[in-house]
């Protein structure tokens, strides 16, 4: 008896062991499969000086997120950087461009388009957490930081 009791002893201990570096291997594999997603997901934003988020229109791009480079042309049409399909926004509706350390949206002349529900008709500075309106499409926009404690919004 007591020698089937230890026997049994012995394999529970190394059951466990066995149990516990599964349990370990996982966790490794797990942690270094999103590490890579993460790694991938930062060397493509890092190619963008900001983003825009969609915040209002239909109801299924909502969330939607378009990273922005130099120049950005947003509108309807398919030749646009940023395609946004809905009746209400003009084939080239506006362009967002970088200059001077800043970015900078230049309206159409034929569509409206709204900084922070007010009507633009110039060209006008954008800072971080700016509402933009195309139609009745609405974005939220974000820039990076270029330097620590300093933002495009200052």
């Known amino acids: 008896m007591e020698q089937a009791f230890e026997v049994a002893s012995y394999a529970m201990r190394y059951w466990f062991i066995a149990l516990v570096l599964v349990i370990l291997i996982a966790v490794i594999y797990i942690s270094y499969k999103e590490y890579q997603q993460k790694r991938q997901v930062m060397t493509q934003v890092g190619q963008f000086g900001g983003y825009m988020q969609i915040i209002a229109g239909p109801q299924e791009f909502i969330g939607d997120r378009f990273g922005l480079t130099q120049e950005n042309s947003i509108g309807s049409a398919d030749a646009c950087d940023i395609v946004l399909p ?44 700016d509402k933009l309106s195309f139609g009745d499409v609405s974005m939220r926009i974000y820039f990076k930081r270029t330097r620590i404690g300093i933002g495009n919004d200052h």
Not at 98 to 120: H, L, M, Q, V
Request: aromatic residues 10%; positive net charge; glycine residues 2%.
């Open 86 to 129: 809905d009746r209400t926004v003009a084939p080239r509706h506006a362009v967002i461009f970088f200059e001077d350390d800043d970015y900078y949206i230049k309206p159409s002349d034929r569509a409206e388009t709204k900084i922070n529900d007010r009507r633009a008709t110039s060209t006008h500075k954008l800072k971080t957490g």
